[in-house]
């Protein structure tokens, strides 16, 4: 899903660590409202990518808790740098 957009912009080396966060978030809005509304959202932003998921449900959902929270903060403090893929 997100590897055709990244590998489109010409960022690759972003792509594994984005395939975490996409498919993290994704299935955690799928669970959230079974049978709703699913909505994903890449963007380009000077060599990085913001990641977007909306979903139909009614609750907000849990802060925090997962692959892909715990890759962000990874990247936010500068442990796992933007380009390194997570092992």
């Known amino acids: 899903m ?18 975490v966060i996409v498919s993290e978030l994704v299935t955690n809005a799928v669970a959230a409202t079974p049978g709703k509304v699913v909505l994903l959202v890449l963007a ?7 990641v977007g998921v ?10 925090g ?7 962000v903060r990874r990247i936010r403090t500068g442990a796992l740098s933007r380009g390194e893929a997570e092992r």
């Open 2 to 19: 997100s590897e055709v957009a990244l590998m489109s912009w010409g960022l690759r080396p972003l792509v594994e660590n984005a395939r």
């Open 44 to 50: 380009r932003e000077k060599g990085a990518i913001s």
């Open 54 to 63: 909306w979903d139909s449900g009614e609750t907000l959902p849990a802060m």
């Open 65 to 71: 808790r997962g692959n892909a929270a715990r890759l």
